[in-house]
């Protein structure tokens, strides 16, 4: 059994790998005071319903955005697992070449998700994560990778907008009926997720005169399935990609390391 954990800026996912099948998997908060007692006891409920006990957990990989929390989990399997958790970073051999100015400083979840979308589709490809952030990050037909682009994503910009006005509402983020706001709602809603609908596809647009014509868009995180309902841009919809290719990387660094 491998643990797979990405950590997001708003949720972190844990994730149960059994044979390189995801089995089961949980939710929660990305709190940033949390202890490294309350990550155990949200671990150990966790195992206790998947019925997995700590002697059949053989490893443990953390993708994360938030290194305060990387940390906390960090010395929470130490303590309690006396296990060492692989540590998702540009610096790891993850199996495809990071031709960035600074692969330290790229996203955890970013490399995770694309050496997921290399392996299960190949190049070329745009990968996008609709997350607190909103990522895209290309792969040539070659496999290689690209580098990306980073936006604000549809609760961040939605914040900024409400933060920044003093009379405008908080509203669902879904989409209304139709693009013109009858009330003030209506139209913040129209504005957010329209607009982002609108950005997506003009970004890809623009990625596909580097990516290749016919690059592939897999797409993931939690508002994908928002921008899927409204656009026909998106080929595959991979909710657990960032899991997988934290679990892809957890067996190539291993299989290195008994060698």
């Not at 708003?10 to 949980?26: A, N």
């Not at 993708?63 to 006396?82: E, I």
């Not at 496999?143 to 669902?172: C, H, M």
Request: proline share 5%; glycine share 10%; charged share 25%.
């Amino acid at each position: 059994m491998i643990i797979a954990i990405d950590i997001g800026n708003t949720h972190s996912v844990v994730g149960f790998f059994q044979k390189g099948k995801l089995v089961l998997e949980r939710r929660t908060t990305s709190a940033p005071r949390r202890t490294e007692d309350e990550v155990w006891v949200f671990f150990r409920q966790f195992c206790e319903q998947a019925k997995v006990t700590p002697e059949g957990i053989h490893g443990i990989v953390i993708a994360s955005v938030v290194p305060d929390l990387t940390q906390v989990y960090t010395v929470a399997f130490k303590r309690y697992l006396k296990m060492q958790p692989v540590i998702v970073s540009g610096s790891l051999d993850t199996g495809i070449a990071l031709p960035y100015d600074d692969p330290s400083k790229l996203g955890a979840d970013r490399i995770c998700a694309v050496v997921a979308a290399l392996k299960k589709f190949g190049g070329p490809a745009i990968v996008v994560d609709f997350g607190t952030a909103t990522t895209y990050d290309i792969l040539s037909s070659k496999g290689e990778y690209l580098g990306g682009v980073i936006a604000p994503g549809f609760e961040t910009a939605a914040k900024s907008l409400l933060d920044r006005t003093a009379q405008l509402p908080r509203v669902e983020l879904h989409f209304p009926e139709q693009v013109v706001g009858k009330n003030t709602a209506a139209a913040i809603q129209a504005g957010i997720m329209y607009g982002a609908v609108d950005a997506f596809e003009g970004m890809i647009r623009r990625l596909r005169r580097v990516a290749g014509k016919y690059a592939t868009v897999i797409a993931t995180g939690g508002y994908a399935p928002k921008i899927a309902e409204m656009s026909n841009e998106i080929k595959y919809m991979e909710p657990q990609l960032v899991l997988e290719g934290a679990r892809i990387i957890y067996e190539r660094v291993s299989k290195k390391g008994k060698k």
